[in-house]
């Protein structure tokens, strides 16, 4: 039978793709990790990992489990959650949030401390995913508000924009750009490049790629990946540069620094809470969370 132990070690290791980072996340050494990894690969009957020297690699079936693994993990956080309200009588203060991962590095630590201070009573059970994977589970009625990036049209849904930042460059701290103050463009000409991939991180790789075009530019791409702090974590570790989001700054990443950079198409990050519009009411508390989020400024003093 998986345990949920089990399951969030697998979580953490696919999300970081290194057993000492996943380890220090989970507060516990690797043996225990590796271990946990192995019984829940004999459980499953299946190979989730392709160990590799210095780091691990999802195998096809550890892709295919890890949303159901994330999504076991939440909702095992959800029923923990609504019956320790249910015993207080407060098991209606509960608010299912979905956001992108961008998003957690200062919006969403902005929009807890908030909530904490005016709401104490409302609980938010956060849930990590893409913006069409909110936008579904909105329609579904499994999210009550959604922090998402701007699809071609939020058909069925009303939507605010909370965010609209430039994107700065990402650089090694030892790279020698990393002395600049402020970056051009054409610094990044035959520089080895980390990109989002064109699936998740679509918005930004069109953007990015449109801004390359236009400026006549070929950064060396190393690498296309999905998560903004894989991006993170491969820029600090020397691999490439990259352009993120500006909020992203806030993270304050080991080894990495973050430079404004001038563009010739300007780039920008925006982020908009997402809610079900038509003939569903929203309870009380959702309707005082929105407002609240809402009237949060679109930077922190720290990043804008």
């Keep these: 039978m998986l345990q949920l132990n089990q399951v969030q070690c697998?979580?953490?290791?696919?999300?970081e793709l290194h057993f000492?980072?996943?380890?220090?996340?989970?507060?516990m050494t690797q043996p225990p990790l590796s271990r946990a990894i192995q019984q829940l690969e004999w459980e499953l009957g299946v190979i989730l990992f392709e160990r590799r020297q210095n780091a691990v690699a999802l195998t096809a079936a550890g892709r295919a489990f890890l949303p159901k693994a994330v999504h076991l993990l939440d909702l095992a956080d959800a029923t923990e959650s609504l019956a320790r309200r249910s015993a207080t009588g407060t098991a209606g203060a509960i608010a299912m949030i979905g956001y992108v991962p961008s998003a957690g590095f200062d919006f969403l630590p902005r929009v807890m401390a908030t909530v904490s201070r005016e709401l104490p009573g409302v609980e938010m059970i956060l849930h990590e995913m893409s913006t069409p994977e909110a936008l579904a589970a909105?329609?579904?009625?499994?999210?009550?508000?959604?922090?998402?990036?701007?699809?071609?049209?939020f058909a069925g849904l009303h939507a605010h924009r909370?965010?609209?930042?430039?994107?700065?460059?990402?650089?090694?701290?030892?790279?020698?750009?990393?002395s600049k103050t402020r970056l051009v463009i054409g610094d990044l000409h035959e520089q080895p490049f980390i990109m989002y991939s064109p699936g998740q991180g679509g918005y930004f790789y069109e953007l990015t790629t449109a801004a390359f075009h236009t400026a006549g530019i070929a950064p060396r791409y190393m690498q296309h990946v999905q998560k903004t702090h894989t991006i993170l974590s491969l820029v600090g570790s020397g691999l490439g540069l990259a352009l993120l989001p500006q909020e992203v700054s806030a993270a304050r990443f080991a080894g990495v620094a973050f430079r404004p950079i001038d563009l010739p198409v300007p780039i920008v990050s925006e982020l908009y809470l997402a809610w079900p519009s038509g003939g569903r009411s929203a309870a009380h508390h959702i309707e005082r969370l929105r407002e609240l989020i809402l009237d949060l400024p679109m930077s922190s003093p720290a990043t804008g």
């Design 20 to 27: 000492g980072r996943a380890a220090e996340r989970l507060n």
């Design 162 to 178: 909370v965010i609209r930042e430039p994107v700065v460059a990402a650089i090694p701290a030892a790279h020698p750009l990393a």
């Design 10 to 15: 697998f979580v953490e290791l696919a999300r």
């Design 138 to 153: 909105l329609h579904a009625g499994r999210l009550d508000l959604a922090v998402v990036r701007a699809p071609a049209q």
